[in-house]
């Protein structure tokens, strides 16, 4: 099985995000997963090539921080490329795993 995971947060270490995308990917590479990381914001010019990644993943996870009332415009783009040049058939048949984490206590309601 093979699972990609697309990072949409800005890279800072105070993330939380980061946290649960390492002990998601220890916990799948335990049960002998094979887990690619995708950091959007090192792909920012290749963002419209990456719904192509699609195609070889049995699951997804989706791994944005909540900033400002709304999810990052890397994980924006990246969800609009899927939209406009991503097989629909494969992504409707793809497992996904949406995590959001906030970092504020307004950010939570």
């Known amino acids: ?3 990609n995971i697309y990072y949409g947060g800005r890279g800072l ?3 939380p995000t980061l946290y649960v995308i390492s ?3 220890s916990v799948l590479e335990e049960l002998r997963v094979n887990v690619t990381r995708y950091n959007l ?3 920012k010019n290749t963002i419209a ?3 192509k990644t699609l195609k070889e993943a049995d699951g997804v996870v989706l791994a944005v921080t909540v900033e400002w009332l ?3 415009g890397l994980m924006q783009q990246f969800l609009d ?3 406009l040049y991503a097989d629909k058939g494969k992504i409707e048949k793809l497992y996904m795993l949406p995590v959001v ?3 504020t206590f307004g950010e939570r309601d």
């Open 1 to 3: 099985m093979k699972v």
């Open 81 to 83: 490329s899927c939209w």
């Open 13 to 15: 270490l105070e993330d």
């Open 23 to 25: 002990k998601l990917t």
């Open 70 to 72: 709304g999810i990052g």
């Open 49 to 51: 090539m990456l719904p």
């Open 41 to 43: 914001f090192e792909e």
């Open 101 to 103: 984490t906030a970092t």
